[in-house]
């Protein structure tokens, strides 16, 4: 066995959150528990769940922007953690992320040429007729023109403004990339263009991403594996075509079962996912999706379901996933 | 509404081009009416060895308690001491130690709200200790401090740099703390970019325009406690008269001399109203979140 | 649909300070019970067109063109009977439900408030009736919950609020301008769902603004498709899905991702939607069309009937060709 590019294990993060009142006592909110996973290189994870159920935090712990509570990351074999500071540092440029908002991941006041090159700079390159030369090539990988380099970000489109911050996330010629629901806000027809152009340089630069959605009509074209995340724990797992075939989890079925249908003739051809998700301060007891779910006995409100193998290549936590994946 | 949502905000807009920036600047009435007081009374204040030669401190018993007139523009005091020379020197004293005492808080704000709201180390006691000192009314700590060091213009400008930078250092830490979390900022985080980068790059030039405002209205502040003070005779000594000395001088003499403590008064107020005006203007055009949040 | 339309838009025009158009000749009808939707891209005129019709756009708009409502045109009434007739006669939901209700009163108070402004009732029985509206928008325990502040409720129960209050009058319309784009897709299709329930029950007439056509699948009856202030094609959901005649609708099928089939690399249409200050000659979307030939560039295609029920606006559209028309 080959080490896996990314390989992430037992990853926890709490973050103590103030009561209702300054009276009231400090809470934790559980926000990503023991999430593990492993990410090969050119591969693609899609990682998919309804909003706040910690899959930016995922994203951000893997990238060492947050410390996690517990667990471990592994970048080529070498725990990311216990690395000296400024070794991680350098290694940095070979993980980038690529944010929702492409308004928000611009520096308003820098140009476009060292918007994408900030992350050269960060490592201590220094402006340069070649890094200029750089930039326009970039800016051509990802379907804008070197006319564009000293424009500032506000004269761009979404869907531009998101080229660029593709473009500042390959300078550093990274291996991996989280796109933190990098294609959600563009709309539709934009939205294909970039997530066209994320698969093309993926083939060209032998990329991995790990991609952060909700939506999973966008996520199946993209992903190799899938990993539907509720309340902090990942829920089931498993390559792609086998999830879409026929999701395990209860709940990785609901949401599927909510994504709108792609024809008006397939109408009310599905089964709808009742209530709201919880807050995650306050997780109902056992299975975190129980309230919610169809197929909950007793057993499920007492105790946790462990994420486990159910077939060869997928697993799923849920007590009766053999049954629910019998029909 | 969506549309206004999807518009590029005025902020971002406000903070694309120094010249956008420039041009709302001149647009805004409160900035220029700040801009033009002000910049009269350092320009005259500067100017002030060219507009009169007068020794400040000139006796001519002859001379008192004139009041002002073509040959004595401010008039003279109890011991006939040009009012007007008196005035603008006072000038270079009180602007000089309000202007001390900004750069001070320039300094010693950005370090400190730098430390607390970035590095997050000593946050809570930095922030505990700025809580403390700003429970007290400004001026009376102000005095408090200047009473324990003794009367100079040093006291002054420390007691007031003692009182403002808690505030200045809270603004700094607060925009700060909301830079910080910023998209953009973690993305060079995320690229490997060193500390001293990110802060310089990334999060002051999003904490200038809260600083500038706050620095202007410290400005007038200090401006105005150090008139305080001097009038208590916790600043400088009497032979350079600064404003608040020539009130407390005068104030005997109300009656029959109302001169001497309106015309440094009307100096203060100018320059307080100049500075209040401008830091409003500025906060219009450079911050419009917080006039929203206020 | 032979009956008279409840709500019948004629050649509506949006402009800004007389420098830039939202809305250009936009033409449609809503039969009663019907559910349209409007669907294009970002900034091609949806929420204006929507904004016109409740006569909430700022003062700086210049509107022109007729919108009738049960046979009154809302933009001759005055003021003050346009304000009845909103709120009473049509409802509006917005994208953003927490901007939308006041955070210093709680929704029993907001929605008990917007009962009794149409029509006048003891607070007891306006609470009552909130109780009721809450129940029908399928919010849990609505009696406890006409007691919390907006900001004790999550973003899909404060839509729901929203919905309830715009119900509170019993509207024959209702206009909701992306009212699920916020919400998780649990939460929307929950929505979408109430929203077609509203409909059989009550007969409620719906004006539905998307950008996403799943959406439109889902619910709608008929499609008004948008694209930079123009409305481009306008056709029944079955049609359109099916026999797509504008190449922008064509584009925009193609490149929604879909969960069935073969996870096939995304159409995509080239290029981006012109900024509606500088529009391109011609028709609007030659620059982005694969079928775009000269003629396009001569003048702006106008919205044509190729059946009775679908009209488009392209000189290339199949339906046409098809006829040996032009
Ligand atoms: N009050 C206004 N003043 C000037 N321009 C406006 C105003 N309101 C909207 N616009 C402009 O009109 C155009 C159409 O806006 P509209 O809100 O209808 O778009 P939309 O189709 O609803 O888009 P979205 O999907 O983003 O909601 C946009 O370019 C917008 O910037
Ligand atoms: N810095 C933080 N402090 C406290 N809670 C946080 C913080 N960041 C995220 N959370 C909480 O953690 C949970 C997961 O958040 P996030 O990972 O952003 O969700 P997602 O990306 O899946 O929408 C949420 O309940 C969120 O409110
Ligand atoms: S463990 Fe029980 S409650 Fe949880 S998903 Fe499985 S059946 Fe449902
Ligand atoms: S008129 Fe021409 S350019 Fe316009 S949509 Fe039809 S084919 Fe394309
Ligand atoms: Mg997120
Ligand atoms: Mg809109």
Known sequence: MTTPLLSVDGLSKEFPVAGDNWLAPKQTLRAVQSVSFELGSRQTLGLVGESGCGKSTTGRLILQLIEPTSGSVRFNGRDLATMPREELRQLRSSMQIIFQDPQASLNPRHRVEDLILEPLYAQGEKPSARLTNYAGELLDKVGLSRRHLSRFPHEFSGGQRQRIGIARAIASKPQLIVCDEAVSALDVSVQAQVINLLQDLQDELGLSYLFIGHDLAVVRHIADTMAIMYLGRIVEMGPKREFYGRPLHPYAQALLGSVPVSHPSKRHSRKRLEGEIPSPLNPPTGCHFHPRCRFARDICKQQVPQLRSISPTRQAACHFAEEIAAG | MTAIATEPSRLALALGSTRTWLKRLAANRSFLLGAILFGSICLVTLLAPLITSVDPNALSVRNRFKPPSEIYLFGTDNLGRDMLSRVLNGARLSLGIGFAVVILNAVFGVLLGAIAGYYRRLDDLLMRIADALMAFPAVLLAIGIAAALGPSAATAIIALAVVYIPRTARVVRASILVARELDYVQAARAAGARDGRILWHHIMPNCMAPLIVQLSFVFAYAVLSEAVLSFLGLSAPPTVPSWGVLIAEGRTYLREAAWLTVIPGIAIATTVLGLNLLGDGLRDVLDPRMKVEQ | ?326
Request: aromatic share 4%; with cysteine; charged share 20%.
């Open chain 3, 1 to 326: 649909m032979t009956a008279a339309p409840l709500l019948s838009v004629r050649d509506l025009s949006v402009s800004f300070n007389d420098r830039f158009t939202a809305v250009r000749e936009a033409s449609f009808d809503i039969h009663p019970g019907e559910l349209v939707g409007v669907v294009g891209e970002s900034g091609s005129g949806k929420s204006v067109s929507a904004l016109a019709v409740m006569g909430l756009l700022p003062p700086t708009a210049k509107v022109t063109g007729s919108i009738h409502f049960q046979g009154r045109d809302l933009l001759a009434l005055p003021r003050r009977e346009l304000r009845k007739l909103r709120g009473r006669d049509i409802g509006i939901i917005f994208q953003e439900p927490m901007t939308s209700l006041n955070p210093v009163f709680t929704i029993g108070d907001q929605i008990a408030e917007a009962i009794r402004v149409h029509s006048p009732m003891s607070k007891k029985a306006a609470w009552d009736r909130a109780t009721e509206l809450l129940e029908q928008v399928g919010v849990p325990a609505p009696r406890r919950r006409l007691l919390d502040y907006p900001h004790q409720l999550s973003g899909g129960l404060r839509q729901r609020v929203m919905i309830a209050i715009a119900l509170s009058s019993s509207p024959k319309l209702l206009i909701a301008d992306e009212p699920t784009t916020a919400l998780d897709v649990t939460i929307q299709a929950q929505l979408l769902d109430l929203l077609n329930k509203l409909r059989q029950d009550f007969g409620t007439a719906i004006l539905l603004i998307t950008h996403n056509m799943g959406v439109m699948a889902e619910v709608a009856d008929r499609v008004v498709v948008m694209y930079a202030s123009r409305i481009v094609e306008q056709a029944s959901i079955f049609d359109l899905f099916d026999r797509p005649q504008h190449p922008y609708t064509s584009g925009l099928l193609g490149s929604t991702p879909e969960l069935d089939g073969e996870a096939h690399r995304l159409r995509t249409i080239a290029g981006a939607m012109p900024n509606p200050a500088e529009l391109p000659p011609g028709c609007l979307f030659a620059p982005r069309c694969p079928k775009a030939v000269p003629a396009c560039l001569e003048m702006q295609p106008p919205l044509l009937p190729v059946t009775p029920a679908q009209s488009a606006a392209c000189i290339r559209a199949p339906g046409l060709a098809s006829e040996g028309a032009r």
